[in-house]
């Protein structure tokens, strides 16, 4: 998948995260998202079965420490169709991309400063990873970090993965 391809998901998979308590379309055209070039991202339909979508920052202890058992969990996970996307919500995007840079994540990225849209989103807190299916919609949320959240994190991902071969 191109950088352009991948940052043009992103877009759509951060605007369907409010979809696990709000109603089933989102509204695209009021997220503030950027990429590391200060881009505002494009929309286009996610063509992974299932999105990890790992809301951080620098600044939050708990992320820092989650950050590389997620880039590992998405790693492993990758063989599957599973695609990992993280969103800083740092205030400026250039201490989030140097962050990701020293540790060598070369998967998308994109940048909500202030957190703006993930207010609108109802993210109360992060580390926050929703997980979306094909077509975008988020079907949970797990917001914490730790041993119990990577494991909440796999089992759902696997459930999701499940039930969408099954309805093949």
């Keep these: 998948m191109s950088r352009t391809s991948k940052l043009a998901l992103l877009g759509l998979l951060v605007g369907s995260l409010a979809l696990a308590t709000r109603p089933a379309s989102a509204d695209l055209a ?10 505002r991202f494009a ?8 999105t990890m979508v790992g809301l951080w920052a620098t600044w939050c202890p708990s992320c820092r420490t989650e950050l590389p058992e997620l880039i590992g969990l998405g790693k492993e996970l990758a063989p599957k169709g599973v695609e990992l996307v ?18 060598t994540y070369a998967g998308t990225a994109a940048y909500d400063p202030g957190a703006r849209s993930a207010t609108k989103l109802g993210v109360e807190g992060i580390p926050t990873v929703l997980i979306l299916d094909a077509s975008g919609r988020e079907q949970k949320r797990v917001v914490g970090s730790g041993k119990d959240a990577m494991t909440r994190i796999r089992a759902e991902v696997s459930q999701l993965l499940e039930t969408q071969a099954a309805a093949r």
């Design 43 to 50: 929309t286009t339909r996610p063509a992974a079965p299932v």
């Design 86 to 103: 993280l969103v800083s919500v740092d205030r400026t995007p250039e201490k989030a991309s140097r962050y990701l840079q020293s540790m």
């Design 30 to 39: 009021g997220l503030q998202l950027i990429d590391a070039q200060g881009g």
